[in-house]
């Protein structure tokens, strides 16, 4: 089998590999990115109408300059693209004055001199009636926090690149690569192709690509959930922030505003339910609900 020749192959054309194909074709370079499954698929961890973003990132204070240049990068390719894809709400980072969460992100804010405030749990409910926080709770109010649009972030992406020269094949999984000094081969089952580099961003389906040992990657169910609220107006865009909220047994949950799809947006942050990517369940069922009405009941009274 003759192989195509490229400057680089992306495997995996959600979020990661679509920024990939993008910056490099704006370099010049010809690239392709090749997709397992259909354009816009929900079979990856990109989708669900909304990403929180977020400066004061309270798991280390060493993201905060990386968070800088996204910001600046997301701004540039709205520019490019006529697109709104980054919304600013504003955040809230909720919990005891103790938790890891609030007292993460107050190191980073100030660390990197970040705009922020502390509020009490008054405050907060008064600012925000929509959320319920204990008397022993504080937020942490961070004015840049807001959520981008997964789907049109990547759909954008490779429209950009594509644009720029760069080719973008779908529904054609990688069934093996082999790389030799300055020669990566990919193969598929149209076609084999070669670089002198490649980025695989495969998510929860890289330790099959490049296998267990060399990438220790577990993928993780997490249900999402859009509830439909007894006072809408509360969640309204515009008059409500994205969250992340502690809770005492150590877990997180997290929401948004109103943004499109019918409900209000919530889940928790993890679950500790490891998968296969490839044979889950990936229905909500009534423990899922329950697990997180559990945690958000007295917290968010209107959902």
């Known amino acids: 089998m003759n192989a195509t020749e490229y400057d680089v192959i992306v495997a ?9 194909l993008y910056r490099l074709s704006q370099r010049g370079l010809r690239v392709l990115g090749l997709e397992a ?46 697109e709104r894809l980054l919304t600013i709400t504003g955040g ?47 937020a942490l109010w961070e004015p840049r926090a ?5 789907e ?6 490779v429209r950009l690149a594509q644009t720029a020269g760069a080719e973008a094949r779908y529904d054609e999984p990688v069934r093996s690569w082999q790389a ?8 598929t089952d149209v076609g084999c192709y070669t670089a002198p580099l490649a980025v695989f961003a495969c998510g929860a389906r890289i330790a099959r690509v490049l296998g267990e040992d060399a990438v220790p990657v577990r993928a993780e169910r997490i249900p999402l959930f859009w509830m439909q609220p007894s006072q809408p107006d509360l969640f309204a865009l515009g ?8 809770i005492p047994d150590g877990g997180h949950f997290y929401g948004f505003p109103h943004v499109e799809w019918p409900g209000v947006k919530v889940a928790r942050h993890h679950t500790g339910d490891f998968c296969d990517a490839d ?23 209107a959902l």
């Open 152 to 157: 049109r972030c990547v759909e954008t992406f």
């Open 12 to 20: 995996g054309l959600g979020a990661m590999g679509s920024s990939s």
């Open 146 to 150: 807001g959520f981008l649009r997964p």
């Open 239 to 246: 008059r409500f922030p994205v969250y992340l909220w502690e």
């Open 37 to 82: 499954f259909s354009a816009g698929h929900r079979l990856g961890s990109w989708h669900g109408e909304s990403r929180v973003i977020r400066m004061a990132y309270y798991e280390h204070p060493d993201y905060v300059p990386l968070l800088r240049r996204a910001y600046e990068l997301w701004a540039e390719v709205e520019r490019e693209s006529g």
């Open 92 to 138: 809230l980072m909720i919990g005891a004055p103790d938790s890891e969460l609030v007292v993460g992100s107050l190191t980073s804010a100030r660390q990197h001199g970040l705009d922020h405030e502390m509020l009490t749990a008054a405050e907060t409910n008064r600012r925000y009636p929509a959320l319920q926080l204990q008397e022993s709770e504080v």
């Open 279 to 301: 044979d889950v369940d990936r229905s909500v069922n009534e423990a899922d609900e329950r697990r997180l009405r559990s945690a958000i009941a007295e917290r968010l009274p």
């Open 180 to 187: 030799s000094p300055g020669r990566v081969e990919v193969t």
